[in-house]
């Protein structure tokens, strides 16, 4: 990002919802605070274009000229996820229709189709009148399409985006014999004649073709990724500076952030804790190493989190003294190399009024301002660590497809939860201290000393050779239940389950066992498993332990094979807690994968050219983490190896490096 060598500290600025004196005030607040960054125009259509075609740019003119005599530079926006009334009054069929076939009113956000050629007409020619104008100020250093695709809609049921699921049914098919044969349409009589006979996956009696909503979701997700693609080059075409958007990583599972990240100059991703759940700085944790992996292991934007409460979860607890704190630089110390807000200024009116603000309700004099201010002296003193990275030698196989697949209709089990399964791993592993990155099935795996797949329903086949030739390599691969059960298109492939796995697991399951509501299943090694068991018939694979009791009473529950150089594991069923710490610490040691157990320190470590940044976070009440020697950035003092962390604290270490 163009401009000086700083971590960018900010977030969404919306002047339009003040009068001008506030606008005097806020900067005076953001310098104070050492804000260097904002987005603005996020919302602003209707001021900008206030009748179709029709411009006009006094706001954002003044805000900008004010914004960059103050040294604040702009992130500057693409207002179209929210089109003007005027919009919707002369084009009502471009709204977003349900599933239902609801059509959805104006008044909130988010709820046009993204199909409706008179939309995409529309938003590029305001994203090019913006470029036009803004593209050499020299305060927009970098520009922000659109918000939060595929929030709070991906898919819309409208006649723009039927005609548009056709077309891309075409290229993805060619002949209807070859849609007919991946759907298997002669089940129930569902086979096609005609492509105008295909309609979007509507509600209907029972559930529906698993294939056609499976193609329904990868459109929706595609057709979003059109809209940014068009609003992007056409800002290309006059401006310089990076281009990006908000992705939500972790938070929306509607759009596959794969496809997406490879076109965006610089991945940028909002997250809000989830704040009654008690291990919500691991599942942060969890968010900002997938949003790293999305971005190639480079340094990535924190576009927006919250300072306190957000206003939108069903009770919106609010942030406790140094909490922000440990927020903000646990994405820091993952590789953020901005770290933004939503918003700057706390909102009076509107379905936002309740969400936290760097400026609160209570103004200057409040603990969460004195924070702000504080945290933006953090950043500034972070400076070095500025386009380091993150290294990770464990990795978890995250695949949206597969998470869409296994949410359709008609599943064995009404609990199988891949989200939940991913954390549990991803927990079980921040608790052994072991940095992760999350993979695509397909990816380049080498270098990974143990690829975990938590929860891995579908594996396209060119992603199950992909894996057999990471264990085959000498890669250790350790699957959980109900993984690799289908291909591409919701398939069961010929044979027992699993069928993309048998080979590289060397076992056959010959029925799953899932487990009743509340059932519990214990292993022969004391373990207890939940939701899960299978009916498993090894073909090579030795069994770690069985099942003791339940449907799967003397059958495997833990296996491990040998595949070519290297090794696979499998386990059965849901453990929890220790049991599950217990499985990950087996498999990572049978790998020579190195680990620290922690309590609540927070230990990761960003590389740079010649010196190692350890950021320790400390989420406990006691001191913790002597042992390093270096200096601390945040205190700006040296640190010795009897120096531990405070309870609540964080501390940035340089260490230079030996072979620096």
Known sequence: MPGPKKIRFGGDYNPEQW?????????????????????????????IEPEEGVYDFTVLDDIIGLLHAAGIDVDLATPTASPPAWFYRKYPHTRAVTRDGVPLAFGSRGIVSPSSPEYRLAATAIAAKLAERYAQHPAVVLWHVHNEYGAPITESYDDASVTAFRAWLQDRYATLDTLNAAW???FWGQRYGSWDEIDAPRTSGTASN??????FHRFSSAALLECFKAERDTIREHAPQPITTNFMAGICPSVDLWQWADEVDIVANDHYLTAEQDDNHIQ??????LTRSLARGKPWILMEHSTSAVNWQPRNIAKRPGEMR??????AARGADAVLFFQVRAGQKGAEKFHSALIPQAGEASRKWRESVALGADLTALAPILGSQVHARVAIAWDWTSFWAQDLDWRPSVDLDHRERVEAFYSALWRRGVTVDFVHPADDLTGYDVVFA????????DAAANLRDYASGGGTLAFSYFSGIVSSNDDVPTGPYPGQLRDVLGLVIEEFLPLRAGERTTLADGSIGRVWSDDIELQGAHSVTDFADGPGTGRP???????????AWYLATALDGADLDGFVTAVLDSADSTYSPISDLETVVRHGDDTDYVFQINHGALDAGAGIVGHDLLADRAVSSGDAVPGGSVRVVAVPRADG
């Open 19 to 47: 009068p001008r004196e506030v606008w005097d005030e806020d900067i005076r607040l953001m310098r104070d605070a050492g804000i260097n960054l904002v987005s603005i125009g996020i919302f602003s259509w209707a001021l």
């Open 184 to 186: 298997g349409t002669n």
């Open 210 to 215: 698993p294939a056609h909503r499976l193609d």
């Open 284 to 289: 942060l944790s969890r968010a900002a190493d």
């Open 326 to 331: 440990r927020n903000s630089l646990a994405h």
């Open 454 to 461: 938590p929860s891995l329903y579908l594996i396209e086949d």
């Open 557 to 567: 529950a833990i296996t491990r094979n040998g595949f070519g150089e290297g090794t």
